[in-house]
């Protein structure tokens, strides 16, 4: 295995490889897989190779044949490797984003969180995982839950009041701009959890009520995303 990280020429020959034929159309799309790959690496178990390869590669992932899939196999162990590497280190991971218009304007952020949340619930259930911090958690998950509109389609189902058009563009966009400090701080909950059971969950980079909000607006989280107004 290759431990060098991978340069944009690696993950522009990944992201050509994830179309080729010997995957039959059912290995995910590269931002799919990273997103995945930032929830595998901060969650509360170890997740296996063997398990999410299945996921990323379909039908296609087993090894032993095909060089295909084989240089496929290693570049994906070297993107969760990087990803393993920047969270630990602090450092921002820049999403990998496609654009849904010609001119690039508007960027395809609800798969990006589709990905992670699927990523969450692979291998471990995170909430249960939480215990008395699930509530903490929930928190943190939330502009995600945002992002890819499953917040706004069970508040539509349920009768409760929404944002506004206005308020829903400004909140998405602040979300969008500091997706890196919300997957951060989803990695800090769970690494300070793993450091002991008498932990205390302060410490994460999870703000208190009074603090400011997890997506980055700037606002208070119980003016913000923390808001029961806002929700209900």
Not at 41 to 50: C, D, I, K, Q, R
Not at 159 to 184: D, H, K, M, Y
Request: hydrophobic share 40%; aromatic share 8%; glycine share 10%.
């Amino acid at each position: 295995m290759n431990p060098n990280p991978l340069t944009d020429d690696d993950l522009d020959r990944l992201e050509k490889l994830l179309e080729a034929e010997v995957f039959a159309d059912e290995a995910m799309l590269l931002d799919e897989i990273q997103a995945m790959l930032c929830a595998i690496v901060s969650g509360p178990e170890p997740t296996p190779p063997a398990v999410w390869l299945a996921e990323a590669l379909g039908e296609g992932e087993k090894p032993g044949g095909d060089p295909l899939i084989e240089e496929a196999i290693e570049l994906l162990m070297r993107l969760n490797n990087d990803i393993a590497a920047a969270l630990l280190a602090g450092e921002s991971v820049s999403p990998i984003l496609y654009p849904l218009d010609e001119e690039g304007e508007k960027y395809d952020y609800a798969t990006w969180a589709d990905g992670y949340i699927f990523g969450a619930g692979l291998a471990s259930d995170w909430f249960k995982l939480a215990g008395k911090h699930g509530g903490d958690l929930s928190e943190l998950l939330q502009p995600l839950f945002l992002l890819n509109g499953m917040l706004k389609e069970d508040a539509e189902q349920n009768g409760e009041r929404w944002f506004s058009p206005a308020e829903e563009a400004t909140l998405v966009a602040e979300i969008e701009a500091n997706l890196p400090l919300i997957v951060q701080a989803l990695y800090n909950f769970w690494r300070n959890k793993r450091s002991g059971p008498e932990a205390p969950i302060r410490h994460t980079e999870k703000p208190g009520r009074n603090d400011p909000c997890p997506c980055g607006s700037g606002r208070k989280f119980k003016q913000c995303c923390g808001h029961p107004g806002k929700l209900n």
